[in-house]
T-cell receptor, first 115, second 110 residues
Framework: GAVVSQHPSWVICKSGTSVKIECRSL??????MFWYRQFPKQSLMLMAT?????????EQGVEKDKFLINHASLTLSTLTVTSAHPEDSSFYIC???????????FGPGTRLTVL | GEDVEQSLFLSVREGDSSVINCTYT??????LYWYKQEPGAGLQLLTY?????DMKQDQRLTVLLNKKDKHLSLRIADTQTGDSAIYFC??????????FGQGTTLQVKP
C-alpha cells in the first residue's frame, strides 16, 4: 500500500511556542491530505482538509489561526500549532487521499506534549 | 446526517473468530473501510468494500455488507494475540471525507 510518513513522531515543547508537524506521501502524489486529532481512547476528529496549492478547509470549531496548514507540494503538508498550550497536547495524525478508490493512507501520528 | 456506530469492546480467546459490527446512516457511501490502530500508532488500512458488493474475503478477514440495513461487519478468523488493537469502520461520505466510528477495542486472550 501507499506510505505516508510524519515527522516528528513525538515532540515536547513549552507553552507559548510553535510546533510544526510534517506529513509526506512517500510513493504517490496527494492533492488532498487530512489532519486529524485523537484524544486518548477516542476516535479521530477531523481538523482540516489540506489541498495542494490552495487554502485548507477547516472543520467547524477548529481555529485556523492556531492550526496553520500549508500544502505547498503534492507530497508534503505541514501543520503548525501556534502558541501551543497544554490543552493542545494530543495525538495528531495525517492522512493522504489515494485515488482512485478515495481511500486514505495514514501517517504514524505525532504525539505532542505541551508543558 | 452522518453517523457511524460501533460497539466499544470485544474480548475473544486466541484461535476463536472475532466479529466486529458497525452501522451507519449515510446511504450515499461508495466505499466502506476497516482500519486497525495499534497503541501509539497511526491507522492501518485492513480492507475495504465497494458499496455494490455483499462480501469480500481477504485471507483471515471477511467483510460483510448489508446495504439495506446499513450494517457492516468484519470477521477475523483464527484470532491471534497480534490482532489485539482498536478497529475503526469508516466510509467516504458525499463530501469526500472519511466518517469514522468510535472504534472497537479487540482484546485477545491467550
Amino acid at each position: 500500500g501507499a506510505v505516508v510518513s510524519q515527522h516528528p513522531s513525538w515532540v515536547i515543547c513549552k507553552s507559548g511556542t510553535s510546533v510544526k508537524i510534517e506529513c509526506r506521501s512517500l510513493d504517490f502524489q496527494a492533492t488532498t491530505m487530512f489532519w486529524y486529532r485523537q484524544f486518548p481512547k477516542q476516535s479521530l476528529m477531523l481538523m482540516a482538509t489540506s489541498n495542494e496549492g490552495s487554502k485548507a478547509t477547516y472543520e467547524q470549531g477548529v481555529e485556523k489561526d492556531k492550526f496553520l496548514i500549508n500544502h505547498a507540494s503534492l507530497t508534503l503538508s505541514t501543520l503548525t500549532v501556534t502558541s501551543a498550550h497544554p490543552e493542545d497536547s494530543s495525538f495528531y495524525i495525517c492522512s493522504a487521499r489515494f485515488p482512485p478508490r478515495n481511500e486514505q493512507f495514514f501517517g504514524p501520528g505525532t504525539r505532542l506534549t505541551v508543558l | 446526517g452522518e453517523d457511524v456506530e460501533q460497539s466499544l469492546f470485544l474480548s475473544v480467546r486466541e484461535g476463536d473468530s472475532s466479529v466486529i459490527n458497525c452501522t451507519y446512516t449515510d446511504s450515499s457511501s461508495t466505499y466502506l473501510y476497516w482500519y486497525k490502530q495499534e497503541p501509539g500508532a497511526g491507522l492501518q488500512l485492513l480492507t475495504y468494500i465497494f458499496s455494490n458488493m455483499d462480501m469480500k474475503q481477504d485471507q483471515r478477514l471477511t467483510v460483510l455488507l448489508n446495504k439495506k440495513d446499513k450494517h457492516l461487519s468484519l470477521r477475523i478468523a483464527d484470532t491471534q494475540t497480534g490482532d489485539s488493537a482498536i478497529y475503526f469502520c469508516a466510509y467516504s461520505g458525499n463530501t469526500g471525507k472519511l466518517i469514522f466510528g468510535q472504534g472497537t477495542t479487540l482484546q485477545v486472550k491467550p
